[in-house]
């Protein structure tokens, strides 16, 4: 029984599983013999055409899209040992930046106070006010009273 | 050719590193119930928010050499001129207090002191953020010290003198305004 037209195609086109392909290779005609012959003449002959056409008309598709691509400057090649130094000295700077926050803001830390008094009253002799400088050059107030003994303390 | 992932995140990231560190390990204060005013008797009518202030009591001597790593940010003060005679000092504590506007907090000052502190609210001046305090300290139902003064949001006011086992004691207030 001859094979359908369709099923010779697609063995002639290797698109069967192979446990149908080789079924179907024993099963086949010489009616299907013949046709498969024609199929592989009409295809060499349809290769041969086209490749003998392509030949005659050069396709350069590259220069058509280049002329339409966006110019952009050559990237700059960096030698791998600069790279690595300018890295490391962009980790380097983060750090002593960080470093130098960090002992700016440290917590706790006072900065630049101005410090207004307005009232002070204190028992004994007296008292001193004064600006203390800190290492950052901002001043903290300082009263300094003279403590009393105890005898000679009196309420304000 | 753009910025490595490095080059963009290592400068935010390390800051953020590196505040995360050395955060003080210090006792919460004795909070006792907010209180008017020592002196004022009622609040001062532009008091509001919140004072967070630390209140550190120092005891400085002149035995020793020892310097208390927590004191670090007062380091420039204490070995200043004004406390030349004393060669050691030491953080016997330090006080955080959360006092609300027109309210005062009491802390403890060693030689059965107390500290007075009240946080009178804002003034501020020339575009900063300013606070008005006033600081009292009392001897039973004695005041030995009576003073109102106003600083920057986040400075620091020291006081000094009050005798204490070989030494004086020395107070370091810094304040900052919170809730405003």
């Given at each position: 029984m001859a094979v359908a037209d369709d099923k010779l195609q697609s063995l002639f086109d290797n698109e069967l599983p192979s446990d149908e392909a080789e079924v179907l290779r024993r099963d086949l005609s010489d009616e299907d013999l013949l046709k498969l012959a024609a199929l592989a003449e009409l295809s060499e002959t349809v290769r041969g055409t086209v490749s003998a056409e392509a030949a005659t008309h050069e396709l350069d598709l590259w220069s058509s899209l280049a002329d339409k691509l966006p110019q952009q400057p050559s990237a700059q090649v960096i030698p791998l040992r600069r790279k690595i130094v300018r890295r490391t000295t962009a980790i380097v700077s983060a750090l002593a930046l960080a470093a130098s926050l960090l002992f700016a803001?440290?917590?706790?830390?006072?900065?630049?106070?101005n410090c207004e008094i307005e009232e002070l009253e204190v028992v004994g002799t007296g008292a001193t006010v004064m600006k203390v400088a800190d290492d950052r050059g901002n001043d903290t107030t300082l009263i300094w009273f003279d403590h009393q003994e105890e005898d000679e303390w009196e309420s304000l | 050719m753009g910025k490595s992932v490095i080059e963009q995140w290592a400068s935010p990231m390390a800051v953020l590193a590196l505040f995360s560190l050395g955060q003080p390990q210090v006792s919460r204060a004795q909070t006792e119930a907010q209180r008017p005013a020592p002196s004022e008797g009622k609040a001062a009518t532009d008091a509001t928010g919140t004072a967070m202030c630390s209140v550190r009591v120092i005891h400085a001597t002149a035995t020793g050499t020892e310097f208390d790593a927590r004191l670090e940010p007062l380091r420039p003060q204490l070995k200043g001129q004004a406390f030349q005679s004393f060669t050691n000092f030491a953080l016997l504590k330090q006080h955080e207090l959360s006092i609300a506007g027109g309210a005062s907090q009491r802390f403890d000052v060693p030689g059965e002191h107390q500290g007075v502190l009240a946080y009178e609210g804002r003034a501020d001046a020339g575009g900063k953020h300013r606070l008005r305090l006033r600081l009292e300290i009392q001897d039973g139902k004695a005041k030995l010290l009576s003073t109102k003064f106003v600083i920057n949001d986040g400075g620091t006011m020291m006081q000094a003198g009050?005798?204490?086992?070989k030494g004086v004691l020395v107070l370091g207030i810094t304040c900052r305004s919170a809730g405003q």
């Open positions: 803001l440290r917590p706790g830390s006072p900065g630049d106070s | 009050l005798k204490y086992d």
